[in-house]
């Protein structure tokens, strides 16, 4: 048999082998590309994404794309959705609602919301009314490949043309969500986007298939239970982080007696961008930390029966709003403008996944703490143990053409009371000056050390801190760095502007002076470096900040527009300048102003009490005790003072009283009237008594943070603490009983720490 190869056959059998290698050397390129860069899918709608570098099985149509220690990550292109599988248990959260979970019972509308990732709400022309999402809107999605998750490009056509690019990653369990700045495109004139939410199903539940509940960053923290409401409510939680915009929002005209006294509480500020499910039967959770764009940014916690009959928290980014331009001065006529320009910042959502034993409301604590302290946004203090002592100095009543001073306690009368405290066992206290300045309290701003001659002059007041420094306590001058008096100071060129260019007042109803205005930014912060170098220069460094402290508006200046983050980028500056200078108290702070304070005060213990609220948890305390000290509102103004202490117990927060040396009377017409109960000598036993119990159960506690807090059937709370030390809390009528301990009606009882 001849077996000699064609001469023509060499040369095509080379040519093969050729291509062969240029074939293998190819794959091999794109498969390390795939590892180190971002390589683009290849794939239609209809079609997910296909796997490189490995083979990986498509579970309802989702492809996995990337996978940690602990979780998978699947992608769904057509919905633009995403599933995270634990890898243990097989426990999944779901970003959108899949057929067999869709109850059938809603609009188009909503179907398209429930099943798409990504949800825009649209302006055209001056109406903010149109919803753009994957699924009820023409769209083109082009998927590419990074390291640990993917980069999906989503172009929206017709009526829309919105650009905009999405960042998932996998990165041990923690899931990042970021839509860049630059990819966020408006192609149509006079066509907006108005507010953008990332995968607002994200671990979504139907009615009560799932035992569990969602976080409320309402107050110091809230639950609402993922059981069957009823359709008992026609709304959730929606909260504006860091409160709302005074430069874009009117204010509504509080409720008043007699049009001098208030009779509304205001709600709870969201001081902390944080939202979080947990499915407590499958023992998975997450705890969602807005990173960059919470400046304007909103979170909504929503239960079943609103609208749909799905449980789903989420943050949804606001990047244009409409506005009310009146068309002249009297006010008399209005129309709606759309802001010239959007806010320009990155979306960024992290994600802490928990499973297993960390999947409750306490892993999210413990794993907000250590979020912080890693990335430096919360920063050790000296966490020991002082009662706040805070005294009002003078304030002003109305007298023949101009006012007169109110004095309630000089320096010299609070250097007698607290030394009259620390003779009664209570030593090392903090204590705020309210009113100490020239004018009075309501004499605002202040930009130096001029104390008012009423309270003894600028002598007194710092021989009042450097005596009481020597005692071991601390005294701090208050400043409210955000407000000025029309009355007192002058407003031509110094006062916040709203977008629509009118200057925003702040309407307080007041004896004396019932108009007030906020600074500038830029006027704030200057004011405070003039009083921080004047307090430094005398040797009294000490400030008690509040109002830029937990007020973020944007403004317009000299025909210009400036938006939250400018605003926020100001107040950051200046604060971190007066830390440098001095140790600062920060009334209830924003989440950016953290790592700034040496203690905060103010802190709610409880929520705002909304209706749809099932359950109070002192979730901030949980995550700032061990770290810094956290001061309560005054115990005066407490209803309930029993169950107040029980709550600073359970919460280990700090208590403050508000004090004067004078009857509180004396405030009837001034713009203190509303503090009815002040007189030192009506607290003092309150004071010894509390300072007494609260010193003696921090001592058990020490620096020591709270790791778990847990809540019986049967209503008793037990505070664990990483040093062994339990506290048992007991609010209800009976004795309680857990494990052996016994704790009597309304009172607490302390495991360990001897």
Request: a negative charge; aromatic letters at 10%; one cysteine or more.
């Amino acid at each position: 048999m001849d077996t000699k190869r064609p001469k023509w056959l060499i040369p095509v059998i080379i040519g093969a082998a050729a291509l062969i290698v240029i074939g293998v050397v190819l794959a091999i390129i794109i498969i390390s590309g795939a590892e180190t860069d971002i390589v683009k899918g290849t794939h239609s709608h209809s079609e997910p994404i296909p796997a490189l570098g490995a083979k990986v099985e498509a579970r309802d149509g989702f492809v996995q794309v990337a996978e940690s220690d602990t979780y998978k990550l699947y992608y769904y292109e057509p919905q633009f959705s995403i599933r995270l599988e634990n890898k243990k248990t097989g426990a999944v959260l779901d970003s959108t609602v899949s057929d067999e979970k869709d109850d059938g019972k809603n609009n188009a509308s909503w179907t398209g919301y429930m099943k798409s990732g990504i949800v825009i709400n649209a302006i055209i022309g001056t109406l903010n009314t149109y919803q753009v999402d994957v699924n009820t809107v023409a769209n083109e999605i082009e998927t590419y490949y990074t390291d640990n998750g993917i980069y999906a490009k989503i172009s929206f056509k017709g009526n829309y043309q919105f650009d905009l690019g999405v960042e998932i990653s996998l990165k041990g369990d923690d899931l990042i969500v970021r839509v860049p700045d630059e990819s966020i495109k408006e192609n149509k004139e006079g066509t907006y986007i108005s507010t953008v939410s990332l995968f607002p199903f994200l671990g979504y539940t139907y009615l009560d298939e799932q035992d569990g509940y969602m976080l409320v960053p309402d107050g110091n923290g809230a639950l609402i239970y993922l059981d069957n409401k009823e359709g008992r409510y026609t709304t959730g939680f929606s909260g504006l982080i860091y409160g709302i915009d005074d430069g874009m929002t009117n204010h509504t005209a509080v409720s008043t007696l007699w049009e001098r006294f208030e009779t509304v509480t205001s709600s709870n500020n969201v001081i902390a961008p944080v939202f979080g499910i947990a499915h407590l039967d499958d023992k998975l959770a997450y705890l969602g930390i807005v990173e960059s764009g919470d400046e304007r940014c909103s979170i909504e916690v929503v239960p079943n029966g609103v609208m749909v009959d799905y449980n789903r928290c989420f943050s949804k980014f606001l990047l244009r709003d409409i506005y009310v331009q009146p068309l002249n001065q009297s006010n008399s006529g209005t129309v709606p403008s759309v802001e010239q320009d959007r806010m320009h910042s990155d979306l960024t959502v992290r994600y802490r996944l928990l499973s297993e034993e960390n999947a409750d409301y306490s892993g999210m604590a413990n794993s907000y703490r250590s979020y912080l302290l890693d990335s430096g946004k919360l920063v050790k203090s000296d966490t020991s143990y002082k009662t706040r002592v805070d005294f009002l100095g003078t304030d002003r009543e109305a007298f023949l053409m101009g006012t007169t001073a109110v004095t309630m306690t000089t320096a010299d009368q609070a250097g007698n009371i607290l030394d009259e405290l620390r003779g009664l066992g209570v030593n090392n206290i903090l204590s705020v000056y309210k009113g100490w300045q020239n004018g009075g309290i309501y004499d605002v701003p202040i930009n130096s050390l001029s104390a008012d001659g009423n309270i003894g002059g600028n002598s007194a007041l710092k021989n009042l801190i450097k005596k009481q420094a020597e005692s071991g306590n601390s005294v701090y001058l208050y400043d409210d760095a955000l407000s000025v008096n029309a009355d007192t100071h002058s407003t031509t060129y110094n006062v916040m502007k709203m977008v629509n260019k009118r200057t925003f007042k702040n309407e307080t109803h007041g004896q004396v002076f019932d108009t007030f205005y906020y600074l500038m930014p830029g006027r704030s912060s200057s004011d405070l470096a003039h009083l921080t170098r004047d307090l430094t220069s005398a040797d009294v460094a000490n400030i008690a900040l509040s109002g830029i402290t937990e007020k973020l508006f944007s403004y317009s200046s000299k025909g210009s527009y400036y938006t939250r983050t400018d605003t926020m980028d100001i107040y950051e500056d200046a604060v971190s300048a007066a830390s440098e200078e001095c140790s600062v108290l920060l009334e209830t702070p924003n989440a950016y102003l953290w790592k700034y304070a040496d203690a905060m005060l103010d802190m709610p213990l409880s929520s705002s009490d909304y209706l749809y609220l099932d359950c109070e948890i002192p979730f901030m305390s949980m995550v700032f005790k061990g770290i810094i000290p956290t001061y309560s509102e005054y115990v005066n103004f407490e209803a309930n003072k029993k169950e107040n202490f029980l709550r600073m117990a359970e919460a280990g927060m700090y208590p403050s009283f508000y004090l004067s040396a004078e009857d509180s009377s004396k405030l009837i017409y001034t713009n203190s009237s509303n503090l009815y109960s002040l007189e030192y000598t009506s607290y003092r036993d309150t004071i010894v008594e509390y300072d007494k119990a609260l010193r003696e159960l921090s001592g058990k506690i020490g620096d020591s943070c709270i790791i778990s807090h847990e809540i019986a059937d049967s209503g008793l709370v037990k505070v664990t603490y990483d040093n062994g030390v339990i506290v048992y809390i007991n609010y209800t009528g009976s004795e309680l009983t857990d494990g052996g301990i016994s704790v009597g009606a309304l009172s607490y009882t302390v495991k360990g720490g001897e």
